[in-house]
């Protein structure tokens, strides 16, 4: 999924389900910004309080494996259990199955959720919040590189099959029926649509019953769905009815917002030598703005670091474990 359901449907679940449009804000902002959030910065280095982010996006497929390997099933193609990976909607034409294979609403991605739904973090609802969504739109996927994933067309031995990287954006886009080749002839049909109102309409009922409010999903999942609108539609006309639904608390997304409100940086000049001159160049520090630890792009980047960890301690570690994989 993108921007379009990682923000303002995000949003619009959050203020439907009853979230005052502040904290409905933050879970979608950090609901998107868990894509965006793809740079390490190191804050006051090498100073005794240095900082540094944790990374819960990258959007370089050559990184080693270790790398990519902490932050993709973490965070966009979380592993169902060893029951739901053979279940009905993981059939392929080749028989295989694969024990990180991403299944929609899978019981790992329900307790990570509801974790950070019992945490009442805001930032950490978010996360959660994108990765269970990730787990509808890119089923059947998993987050390294395996052949696995593989799929024939254009880009066929061209770039790692990492992901969904060889089905390009066609998992994301919610207006779009599109075919997957790799699954059994009755499953391989695939109906954005439809997976995105359901991931929807899974996620409005967690935060209804997290915040004791009145359930109106009927109603609920036919907004969603006229806002989406027809298959092959204008992402514009989309982007304009999720903010009519949102209504006039609704704030644009700033991707550097965070990190502008809470990090600052100065220039300092650095001589180099080389071939035979010396020469001032400038090197940026990044510091903190005022009282960092109140900030949203803080409390965010340890929501990252927290969610991470209990997802690699309770999930990803033990699978790693049963693979025998020490690469991490």
Same mark, same amino acid.
């Given at each position: &999924?993108?921007?379009?359901?990682?923000?303002?449907?995000?949003?619009?679940?959050?203020?439907?389900?009853?979230?005052?449009?502040?904290?409905?804000?933050?879970?979608?902002?950090?609901?998107?910004?868990?894509?965006?959030?793809?740079?390490?910065?190191?804050?006051?280095?090498?100073?005794?309080?240095?900082?540094?982010?944790?990374?819960?996006?990258? &959007?370089?497929?050559?990184?080693?494996?270790?790398?990519?390997?902490?932050?993709?099933?973490?965070?966009?193609? &979380?592993?169902?259990?060893?029951?739901?990976?053979?279940?009905?909607?993981?059939?392929?034409?080749?028989?295989?199955?694969?024990?990180?294979?991403?299944?929609?609403?899978?019981?790992?991605?329900?307790?990570?959720?509801?974790?950070?739904?019992?945490?009442?973090?805001?930032?950490?609802?978010?996360?959660?919040?994108?990765?269970?969504?990730?787990?509808?739109?890119?089923?059947?996927?998993?987050?390294?590189?395996?052949?696995?994933?593989?799929?024939?067309?254009?880009? /066929?031995?061209?770039?790692?099959?990492?992901?969904?990287?060889?089905?390009?954006?066609?998992?994301?886009?919610?207006?779009?029926?599109? /075919?997957?080749?790799?699954?059994?002839?009755?499953?391989?049909?695939?109906?954005?649509?439809?997976?995105?109102? /359901?991931?929807?309409?899974?996620?409005?009922?967690?935060?209804?019953?997290?915040?004791?409010?009145?359930?109106?999903?009927?109603?609920?999942?036919?907004?969603?769905?006229?806002?989406?609108?027809?298959?092959?539609?204008?992402?514009?006309?989309?982007?304009?009815?999720?903010?009519?639904?949102?209504?006039?608390?609704?704030?644009?997304?700033?991707?550097?917002?965070?990190?502008?409100?809470?990090?600052?940086?100065?220039?300092?000049?650095?001589?180099?030598?080389?071939?035979?001159?010396?020469?001032?160049?400038?090197?940026?520090?990044?510091?903190?703005?005022?009282?960092?630890?109140?900030?949203?792009?803080?409390?965010?980047?340890?929501?990252?670091?927290?969610?991470?960890?209990?997802?690699?301690?309770?999930?990803?570690?033990?699978?790693? /474990?049963?693979?025998?994989?020490?690469?991490?």
């Amino acid at each position: &999924m993108d921007i379009e359901f990682h923000y303002y449907i995000t949003y619009i679940i959050a203020c439907r389900a009853g979230f005052k449009p502040e904290d409905a804000r933050i879970i979608a902002y950090s609901s998107q910004y868990t894509d965006d959030n793809d740079t390490i910065y190191r804050i006051h280095e090498g100073h005794p309080d240095e900082y540094a982010n944790y990374i819960s996006q990258t &959007m370089d497929i050559f990184n080693p494996q270790k790398e990519y390997m902490r932050i993709y099933p973490v965070f966009h193609f &979380m592993p169902g259990t060893l029951t739901e990976i053979t279940g009905d909607s993981a059939w392929r034409r080749d028989g295989k199955f694969h024990i990180m294979n991403t299944i929609p609403d899978n019981l790992n991605s329900r307790q990570l959720l509801q974790a950070a739904l019992y945490s009442r973090n805001l930032y950490s609802i978010g996360i959660a919040t994108h990765m269970y969504a990730d787990t509808f739109a890119h089923q059947n996927f998993v987050g390294f590189n395996e052949g696995f994933n593989e799929m024939k067309g254009l880009f /066929e031995g061209l770039i790692p099959n990492i992901g969904h990287a060889d089905a390009k954006h066609k998992p994301d886009e919610p207006d779009l029926i599109w /075919e997957d080749e790799r699954l059994i002839p009755s499953i391989s049909q695939i109906d954005n649509k439809k997976r995105f109102l /359901e991931a929807a309409r899974c996620i409005y009922e967690k935060y209804i019953r997290y915040l004791n409010a009145p359930d109106d999903s009927n109603n609920f999942i036919t907004l969603i769905d006229e806002a989406i609108g027809p298959y092959y539609g204008n992402e514009e006309d989309r982007i304009d009815r999720y903010k009519a639904l949102i209504g006039n608390n609704f704030i644009e997304y700033d991707k550097k917002q965070w990190f502008k409100e809470a990090i600052d940086f100065v220039n300092t000049e650095i001589p180099y030598s080389g071939g035979g001159y010396n020469v001032p160049i400038s090197e940026t520090e990044w510091i903190w703005r005022g009282n960092y630890k109140e900030t949203d792009w803080y409390k965010f980047q340890e929501s990252v670091k927290a969610y991470q960890w209990l997802a690699m301690d309770t999930v990803i570690g033990p699978i790693f /474990e049963k693979m025998e994989f020490k690469g991490v």
